[in-house]
């Protein structure tokens, strides 16, 4: 069998322009080279199967699923040494979607503000059989895993799903239902029973209050 010379990447993202961005600048790259696109988990989970990529690059907030649970599904089907070594690449800057992201099997996280050479070097390191945090993340993650005694009175979003999380940002950048909706792509009647279980399980009591304790977080985490 021929040895493989580059390193092979599928580009998981649900928006064209990123996965077309990623894919121009690895493509001229000595040692790498772009297998596959996907806009979701399904089409991805298929990819994986016929490419077999060594890497395969993924975004938190897909169409109609999350990137963590395609991470869980990538470290957990198939051997153990088939398995493709995983990077984030999300807008999302809060320590807990990297903390979610690492446990789910994750190799590296790292965000869309980042430099295109730090991607690279992302990509390179992991490779490298190595695990990867942006400098400033790797401050908000070690911040986090200490505890600040001002988070103590904040609800703690630890207990929502990774759906639910996503949905308590969005609330608190502003995002109305209808616009949540048509972001994630699903329907209002499923926001709106994630906004009841946000509520009851950060015991809130009403929206007025889900909206202030959303708005709070982001401004703490964002």
Known sequence: ????????????????????????????????????EAADMDEALEQVKQLRPDL???DI????????????????????GTR?????????????YADRALQAGADGYITKQEAPEQVLEAIRQILDGKVYLSPEMSQRVLSRSVGRPSDEA??????????????????????????????LHLSTHTIDTHRENIK???????????????VQWVLENG
Do not use: Q, W
């Not at 599928?10 to 040692?31: F, S």
């Not at 907030?61 to 153990?80: C, E, F, N, Q, W």
């Not at 639910?164 to 209808?178: A, N, Q, S, Y």
């Open 1 to 36: 069998m021929k040895k493989k010379t580059r390193a092979s990447i599928l580009i998981v993202d649900d928006h064209p322009m990123v996965r077309e961005g990623l894919a121009g600048r690895i493509a001229g790259e000595a040692g790498l080279e772009v297998c596959g």
């Open 56 to 58: 395969v690059i993924v």
């Open 61 to 80: 907030s897909l169409k109609s699923s999350h990137g963590v649970d395609l991470i869980k599904r990538l470290k957990s089907t198939g051997p153990a």
């Open 84 to 96: 493709p070594k995983v990077l984030v690449h999300t807008m999302y800057t809060e320590s807990l």
């Open 154 to 183: 904040a609800p703690s979003v630890d207990k929502l799903s990774d759906r639910e999380l996503e949905v308590f940002r969005l609330i608190g950048e502003g995002l109305t239902t209808g616009e949540i909706a048509n972001l």
């Open 200 to 214: 009851r399980k950060l015991d809130l009591k009403n929206a007025a209050e889900l909206n202030r304790a959303a």
